[in-house]
């Protein structure tokens, strides 16, 4: 089975820098993806790692190191729009992502 | 507009019912992945389908099933509902082999209700 675990809840403020963590257990590894989600609304993808790491894609950058199982997705120059959740998701061999429950980011003024 | 299209986006029933949700996946996707999203518990992986075959099964209930169809649209089938299937049902869409970089695709999702 899996495990993944990431922050509940984090708050930062409009321009900024945030660190979202993710650490996994897993029985199987193919691939570690960040997705996005505003609330009611469809995840979207945001980052995908399957090599140890760091994969840069404008504002938003993706870590991972997989001998230590952990993940983090960075934001940075955070505007509003940013806020919603972040959800850290891994693939299995079986190309099904399980996901953690996300972590729902404020961004204030 | 993702491609994934899921019908209908809201569905309100009575305990004990049975209801079908649809998920046609993207133009040249052949896996089908059926989540269920409830508040306290996240996106829950239900099932996926890959062209027509069951290829991996999650935390569905033996209440739920799901089939997915030659033209590749799929359907999930919950029956007896409880209160607490109350829950977005998200469908998502991917090629299904290593060529998945960019993981799955999701459809708008159906919130499903029941009173």
């Known amino acids: 089975g899996q495990n993944i675990d990431q922050p509940t809840e984090m708050t930062a403020t409009e321009g900024a820098i945030v660190q979202i963590n993710c650490t996994y257990q897993?029985?199987?590894?193919?691939?570690l993806f960040w997705y996005q989600q505003h609330a009611g609304e469809a995840p979207t993808f945001l980052s995908y790692n399957v090599l140890d790491g760091l994969e840069e894609k404008g504002r938003f950058s993706s870590f991972l190191s997989r001998s230590k199982g952990y993940s983090y997705l960075l934001l940075k120059e955070l505007q509003m729009k940013d806020s919603a959740s972040y959800l850290c998701a891994v693939r299995n061999s079986g190309y099904a992502l399980n996901f953690g429950k996300g972590t729902s980011l404020l961004v204030t003024p | 507009d993702s491609g994934v299209t899921q019908t209908p986006k809201h569905l309100i029933t009575a305990t004990g019912q049975r209801v079908t949700l649809r998920c046609s996946p993207r133009s040249g996707d052949l896996s089908v992945y059926w989540y269920q999203q409830s508040l306290d518990q996240g996106l829950q992986f239900l099932i996926q389908?890959?062209?027509?075959?069951?290829?991996a099964k999650g935390n569905i209930l033996e209440r739920f099933s799901a089939q997915q169809f030659p033209d590749l649209h799929s359907e999930l089938n919950l029956s007896s509902l409880e209160l607490g299937d109350s829950a977005l049902y998200f469908c998502?869409?991917?090629?299904?082999?290593?060529?998945?970089?960019?993981?799955?695709?999701f459809g708008s999702g159906t919130r499903l209700t029941v009173v």
């Open positions: 389908y890959y062209n027509g075959e069951e290829r």
């Open positions: 897993t029985s199987g590894f193919n691939g």
């Open positions: 998502a869409s991917s090629v299904g082999d290593e060529s998945d970089l960019y993981g799955y695709t």
